[in-house]
């Protein structure tokens, strides 16, 4: 796989089209917002969106997303303190509910109430559904997808006038506008939730297997953090091994094994001819994970940052490449490192004499039998 024939299909993104375009009705329910968009319309509501995912924009976030991390913190300390001083259990489902109130932040600037969980629940079962949809036929059971799609736009519409009223943007059309926030949500909790506590979950199964490593990211996180009660983005600046390994872990187990994109004229590509609606894959795992490109593990590798570990080229890619990058990258980090320093300050951790090392692919990478990792209190 030539990196530079991936560059050229992600950069082109007026010839190489994110192929979303589905018959299927489940599909349709999840596949919403920008990812949905094409061309001028696409560009038009990316630029609408990409300010609100500045760093600068995001930074006030992170004392938010720090009671997120202790919320659930708190919660595995009440377990700990039960086993006395030690909890065991598949950390997957908690981390999930971590990123969706963080998310829930991000989005309406509150707390992860009882129905805005519901909300969420729906959303995910309907992700769930959606990646059962994959085929062009209409699956058994599409009638409850479409109770829980109302009962999703229904909840979101709740939070987003509250959220319009709480702003006072009550003189124009809201109906259009909550329309169009609706699906930029529902995408944002699909693009959201699972990728993020996947990074979390793989690094806590990580850290475990490699107990020099989290010792390390200890180490550091005591001594950026100490007994801090707020920590700032500029602390997450100076986390270089938690960055180094989340990085390392994007590198081994990225969201998207592959992107997909749709060629809708016939084109030329790598010297090939490339008929018209023909779909492209570009299997980025397979450069991620070449032991000729990357050797046999991360060592010190991204020490010194991206570039410097890739030698400048173009094969790493866990956020995707070109125009159509992930928006929410910078929100992927405050996050995951919020948690990860936090979670190191609180616990030891290693695995569960039941984990079993069975990473599985369907929309993203993710342990097919969960996590059970045992934590210690510190
Ligand atoms: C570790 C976390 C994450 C990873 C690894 C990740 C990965 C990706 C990748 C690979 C793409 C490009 C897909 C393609 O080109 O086919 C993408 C796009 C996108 N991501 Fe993320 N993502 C993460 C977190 C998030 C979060 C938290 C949000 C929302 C709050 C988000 C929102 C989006 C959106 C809206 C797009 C579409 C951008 C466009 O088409 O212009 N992502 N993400």
């Known amino acids: 796989m030539d990196p530079d024939v991936i560059r050229e299909v992600m950069t082109k993104y007026h010839t190489y089209h994110k192929s979303y375009k589905t018959s299927n009705e489940i599909a349709k329910m999840v596949v919403t917002g920008l990812i ?25 976030m992170v004392p938010a997303i720090q009671v997120c991390s202790q919320n659930t913190l708190n919660e595995w300390k009440e377990m700990a303190a039960k086993g006395g001083g030690f909890c065991c259990f598949d950390v997957y489902p908690y981390l999930e509910v971590f990123t969706s109130s963080a998310l829930a932040r991000l989005m309406f600037d509150s707390t992860y109430t009882e129905q805005l969980k519901q909300t969420f629940l729906q959303l995910s079962e309907l992700a769930f559904m959606g990646k059962l949809a994959t085929n062009p036929l209409t699956l058994p059971g599409e009638k409850k997808e479409k109770g829980w799609s109302k009962a999703c736009q229904s909840g979101l519409t709740g939070f987003i006038h509250a959220r319009i009223v709480r702003e006072n943007s009550n003189d124009v059309d809201r109906q259009r506008i909550i329309d169009d926030i609706i699906g930029q949500c529902k995408l944002f909790f699909f693009a959201g939730y699972e990728t993020n506590s996947n990074l979390l979950t793989w690094t806590m199964i990580m850290l475990s297997a490699h107990q020099d490593w989290q010792a390390r990211a ?21 986390l270089k091994i938690a960055t180094m390994i989340l990085n390392e872990m994007l590198r081994l187990f990225p969201s998207s094994m592959e992107f997909t994109r749709l060629v809708e004229e016939e084109t030329t590509l790598g010297g090939y001819t490339i008929p018209k609606d023909t779909l492209v894959t570009c299997p980025i ?11 046999k593990d991360a060592g010190e590798r991204f020490a010194e940052g991206i570039v410097k570990a890739t030698k400048g080229e173009n094969v790493y890619m866990p956020f995707g490449w070109g125009p159509r990058i992930c928006i929410a990258q910078n929100f992927a980090f405050l996050e995951s490192k919020t948690f990860l320093a936090m979670l190191l300050l609180n616990f030891t951790f290693e695995l569960s004499p039941t984990y079993v090392h069975a990473p599985f692919v369907d929309f993203t990478i993710h342990p097919q039998y969960g996590a059970p990792i045992v934590l210690k209190k510190l």
């Open 218 to 238: 200890r180490e550091e996180a005591v001594q950026v953090l100490g007994n801090k009660k707020e920590i700032t983005s500029e602390d997450l600046g100076k």
């Open 36 to 60: 949905n968009k094409e061309g001028e319309e696409w560009a038009k509501a990316r630029m609408k969106l990409n300010p609100a995912f500045h760093l600068e924009k995001l930074k006030p």
């Open 285 to 295: 795992i397979i450069l991620q994970r070449s032991t000729e490109i990357w050797g």
